[in-house]
Structures are given as C-alpha cells and as structure tokens.
C-alpha cells in the first residue's frame, strides 16, 4: 500500500493519521495567508486503496495523491520576475506613514517603497498598501504589499531573496531581521548591512522549508560573512525564526540583538526601539548584543526559558525512526553524535538509508551523505530502492521500471545530498566545511559519514590515534551542536575472531577500530548485527545517552523484504539488554 502520510507530506498536507475515510486539517496553500490561520478549512478524503484526494473551501485547492497513479512532487524551479512600476506614486501620506515610525523620506527612496492598489485574499478585494520591492543584482525579483491592517501577500512564484540581499558582504557582520520595515530602521540608524526574509516568522509548526529558501539562493554570501545577528521579534515567533536561522548558520557565530523595555512593555522590534528609544538606543542595542550560549560562562538565569521549555514538553524532542519498534530502543534529537558498527555486509548503511528515507517522507528531513565506499550512482540506485519498494536490477522479483526510478530521482534530489571528493582523500576539516554548505543552502539535518575509514587520518607524529579520534569526534559534535545537526558516524570494528561454532561475534563499542572514545564520546551507539543461521538481522543499542526519553540499551529484530528491498522491524522484538534473546 502507498505511504499516504509520505505522498500528502509532499505536498505539505499533515494528517493527525492515515486511517480510510474523511479528514480534516489547514490548507497549506492559503491558511498561513488567512485571519484564522488555524481554520481546518482543507478537507482529505483517504481511500481503502491508498489514493487520497482533497479540497479546499476556501481558496478551491484541490488535488489527489497514491493509488496506481502516485507520482511524488518534483519542486518548481521557474520564478515569475515582476515587472517595475514606470511611475511609483510617493504621496505625502506614505511618507508620514513612515516618519511617524522614524523612517525618513531618504530612505524611502533609497529602497523604491511607493504606494499601490493589491487585491488580497485575506478581505478577496482590493486594497490601498504599500510595496516594497525586492531588488538582488540590479534586478526586480519579488515585490511584497502590506495594508493599513497588517494583511500581506507577494508576487506569484517570486524567485527566493532576502530583502536588501545586496548588502551581504564577505567579512563583514550582516544583521538578519524579521520584517522590511525593521530593515529600514536599521538603515535609519546607521546599519547597511541588514536583510529580512519575505515571509517573516513562523506562526506555528513549520509544515515546509519554503520561508527559509532565500538561505540557498545567498548561501554562498552568507557562508563567508563575519558575524550573524539576530534582530527577529522579541516574541515567540520572532524566537523560532532565531533559533533556525541561529541553527543554518552556525550558533557560533550567531548573536542576538535584544530590545529595550519601556517600563514593563517590551520592544518588539527595532521599528518599535527606534520609535520609542531613538536610534542612538537601537545601535547600543546591536552593540550590547550576546552571542549564542555556547561557550564561556554563564549563570543558571541564561538557561531558565530553556529549561522551562523542556520541562513543558517544548524543547528539542526526541526523534522517530521510522521504525515503531527501534524507537523503544533509540531516538535521537538534533545535534547529537550517533556511532554505528557492524561487521562488513550486515547491512548498517542499508539501515541507516532507510532511516534516512523514512525520515524524510514522515518529517522531510534532510541528509548530507559521505559514502565513498559504496560510490555515488550505486548509493542512489540503494535509496531509490527503499524509496520506491521495489529492485533497482533485474531479478526474481519485477525491478524499479524508467519512469519509476525517474520519480525516485526526483523525490530523491530534494532531501538527499552527497558530499565526496574524488582527487583526494577528505579531511574531516573539508567535509564539515561542505557540510555547513548544506545546512546554509538546503537546510540539511543530519550528516553521515560513512565510514570513518575514508577520512584523511594523518597527523602529527607525536599524537597517538586515540588523540586524533577524540579530537575528530569533538569536531563533529561541535558541528552538530553550532548547527543542530545529527552526526552518523560509521566505524567498522577491529578483527573479531570467530567463535567455535564458526559464526561471527557480536561486536562492542570497545570493539571499534581507532580508540576506546567511539564508545565514551558518543551519545548514542548503534550495532547491526546479521544471524544467517536465523535469517534476522539485530539492531542493537549499546548505548543510549538520554534514557529513557531517547529509548533504552536493548536489541531489535529488522526483517529484510527482498521483494520490496526494505528492512521491517518485529513487533513485540524489542529487548532490554541483558535479556534473554
């Protein structure tokens, strides 16, 4: 049957289950543009046979997914430029309007601001508001309105850009706010460079990737600017938008800009600070801004809405993998260091791409992969496979048709990435560097490696090989916490002898070629162990950090599908270490 949670993922539909019959949930096409974002104004109607169809009543979306005609979505990569306005109308009363908010006329002009009549689909009439265009290489790419009552809409398939995407400059500090008119205060205060994304914060749980694309159209700009401050709204939006742009471009280079408070009323944000403070207060506030608590010391009170989140359920959670059963045994959260060991051939990579395509078809997550053992085009042709459910060559069983492998590529080329060097072995320096790339451009959340072999391992003759590991391994966990990454990191184990009976050991984290640290450093360490005589293969968590939120030390039973190329875990197959198998 069709994965119907994947195939409506695609196109940005979340369902509470998948279960036949008639569902309710918000239309990923218009509520984010509506009053009552909330309003379960799409309605999903699953058939027993896995193909599923919606509509909207209210902007008449409609469309279907699964069934024998499933194709997944390939993203649109043609953007509409609109055209300029010959004459833009600068009236007196656009100009108080914003000298009322502390800009001047100058600045205005400076950014082509005029004054227009939009139809907008919150009120479905037209309305007076303001235009601001969004200009990248001397070139119009989007233009954005706004009404008197704060309604909003953009071009139609406006090519991805950060507002004043000119003023990112190499070396230089570069001030990300949450809104234009933020970016024009800032202007007015004596900043240049500042940029804003056109769709602003997040009122919820984000269901796409789509506000943060002007980081892949930048990213290599962005990549060689100096440091990042964060000026979004000091509310709970404003603190979401931080925390991923804080997370795509390195936490440690990342600060925050925080406004003043008049009284016991709180700036928003820097229109807010320059209206109520003036501008001499809106640069102290960039000047006093703090870097991202990473490093250095700071008291408990730096923590306390952390800490309070995670009490409240609201911090980093604990992710699934795909597999119902495994998650007894292990989850794993952002940023944590994830070793896994097999003996050759028992399947590791092929557990940890699997976990990689169920996690992007449940969450789509994304994934920067280091394989070179495997090779990039055999790789692929594995994840179409576990993406498709069918074998990639011929065989007993009916292979992957053109078309099929065609729409697995596509799928595939949205979520998955490689990384690889083909004149030279990588360093663990090159690859996080190609790494961070990914995080910037594409938003990528987890990294493999895969395996640790594969990496440049000189160094200095007077460091031992347990010294470059842990050094290794601190780098990679430094890259996941600065990025909220998970590191996968594949070792393959030191010569086992057999036993008696001539049937591999089960090998340990102690096991591992290279250093005792694999297994102390780690946050979570995974084993893949294959019994031929049994026809099972183990997934085993030897250790698991943050019991029991993150799972406990235990083993699972995976089942490998031959017709459909898939690992299936066993119901009721999960058992504490210790345990009797």
């Known amino acids: 049957m069709i994965d119907v949670v994947?195939?409506?993922?695609?196109?940005?539909?979340?369902?509470?289950?998948?279960?036949?019959?008639?569902?309710?949930?918000?239309?990923?096409?218009?509520?984010?543009?509506?009053?009552?974002?909330g309003d379960q104004c799409l309605s999903v109607t699953i058939e027993a046979d896995g193909r599923v169809v919606w509509l909207c009543h209210h902007c008449g979306w409609s469309g279907g997914a699964g069934g024998p005609e499933y194709r997944p979505v390939r993203e649109r990569r043609t953007y509409k430029r609109p055209v300029r306005v010959a004459d833009p109308m600068r009236p007196d009363t656009l100009v108080a309007w914003f000298e009322k908010r502390g800009i001047s006329k100058p600045v205005v002009e400076r950014f082509n601001v005029?004054?227009?009549?939009?139809?907008?689909?919150?009120?479905?009439?037209?309305?007076?508001?303001?235009?601001?265009?969004?200009?990248?290489?001397?070139?119009?790419?989007?233009?954005?309105?706004?009404?008197?009552?704060?309604?909003?809409?953009?071009?139609?398939?406006?090519?991805?850009?950060?507002?004043?995407?000119d003023?990112?400059?190499?070396?230089?500090?570069?001030?990300?706010?949450?809104?234009?008119?933020?970016?024009?205060?800032?202007?007015?205060?004596?900043?240049?460079?500042?940029?804003?994304?056109?769709?602003?914060?997040?009122?919820?749980?984000?269901?796409?990737?789509?506000?943060?694309?002007?980081?892949?159209?930048?990213?290599?700009?962005?990549?060689?600017v100096s440091r990042v401050l964060i000026a979004s709204d000091m509310d709970g939006p404003g603190e979401q938008l931080a925390q991923e742009i804080a997370r795509r471009m390195g936490r440690d280079r990342c600060y925050r800009v925080s406004m003043p408070a008049l009284g016991d009323v709180q700036c928003k944000d820097a229109n807010e600070c320059l209206q109520d403070h003036?501008?001499?207060?809106?640069?102290e506030c960039v000047a006093s801004s703090e870097p991202w608590p990473i490093d250095g010391l700071h008291d408990?009170?730096?923590?306390?809405?952390?800490?309070?989140?995670?009490?409240?359920?609201?911090?980093?959670?604990?992710?699934?993998?795909?597999?119902?059963?495994?998650?007894?045994?292990?989850?794993?959260?952002?940023?944590?260091?994830?070793?896994?060991?097999?003996?050759?051939?028992?399947?590791?990579?092929?557990?940890?791409?699997?976990?990689?395509?169920?996690?992007?078809?449940?969450?789509?997550e994304?994934?920067?992969?280091?394989?070179?053992?495997?090779?990039?085009?055999?790789?692929?042709?594995?994840?179409?496979?576990?993406?498709?459910g069918n074998p990639f060559f011929a065989g007993p069983t009916p292979r992957l048709t053109e078309r099929e492998v065609s729409d697995a590529l596509l799928w595939l080329n949205e979520r998955i990435f490689l990384v690889g060097a083909v004149e030279h072995t990588p360093t663990v320096d090159w690859l996080l560097e190609r790494a961070r790339a990914a995080v910037i451009r594409y938003g990528v959340t987890n990294i493999v490696i895969d395996p640790y072999n594969e990496l440049e391992a000189s160094r200095p003759d007077k460091q031992t090989e347990t010294e470059f590991v842990s050094q290794l391994i601190s780098k990679c966990k430094k890259f996941g916490k600065h990025h909220g990454c998970t590191v996968w990191m594949v070792i393959h184990p030191t010569k086992l002898r057999s036993s008696d009976d001539g049937k591999d050991p089960v090998p340990g984290l102690y096991d591992l070629a290279g250093s005792a640290h694999w297994r102390n450093k780690a946050d979570a360490g995974l084993v893949v162990y294959r019994d031929y005589e049994k026809d099972t293969t183990f997934l085993i968590a030897k250790k698991i950090r943050r019991q029991p939120m993150c799972g406990r030390p235990g083993s699972v039973k995976l089942q490998f599908i031959g017709a459909d190329r898939r690992f299936r875990d066993v119901e009721g197959s999960f058992q504490q270490l210790g345990a009797e198998r």
């Open 114 to 165: 005029y004054k227009t009549r939009q139809w907008f689909p919150q009120t479905e009439k037209e309305e007076d508001c303001i235009a601001f265009p969004y200009e990248w290489e001397q070139a119009l790419r989007n233009v954005k309105y706004r009404t008197a009552d704060k309604f909003f809409r953009q071009e139609k398939d406006p090519e991805p850009v950060f507002f004043n995407a």
């Open 300 to 364: 408990v009170e730096s923590f306390a809405i952390e800490v309070m989140d995670l009490y409240h359920g609201k911090g980093p959670q604990p992710l699934s993998t795909g597999f119902a059963e495994v998650d007894k045994a292990f989850k794993y959260i952002p940023g944590q260091f994830i070793a896994v060991t097999g003996i050759p051939n028992h399947g590791k990579s092929r557990v940890i791409d699997q976990i990689a395509i169920q996690t992007a078809r449940r969450r789509d």
């Open 167 to 224: 003023s990112i400059t190499e070396g230089a500090d570069l001030i990300i706010a949450e809104g234009e008119i933020d970016v024009m205060s800032f202007i007015e205060a004596g900043f240049e460079r500042v940029v804003s994304l056109p769709n602003g914060a997040p009122s919820g749980p984000e269901s796409s990737d789509k506000r943060y694309e002007p980081f892949a159209t930048h990213w290599e700009k962005l990549q060689k």
């Open 6 to 37: 994947g195939a409506l993922s695609e196109h940005g539909i979340r369902l509470r289950n998948d279960a036949a019959g008639n569902h309710k949930t918000v239309c990923p096409e218009c509520s984010h543009t509506r009053k009552k974002r």
């Open 278 to 283: 003036g501008a001499e207060v809106l640069r």
């Open 366 to 388: 994304k994934w920067a992969m280091f394989s070179p053992e495997t090779g990039e085009a055999n790789h692929i042709a594995d994840l179409c496979e576990i993406f498709a």
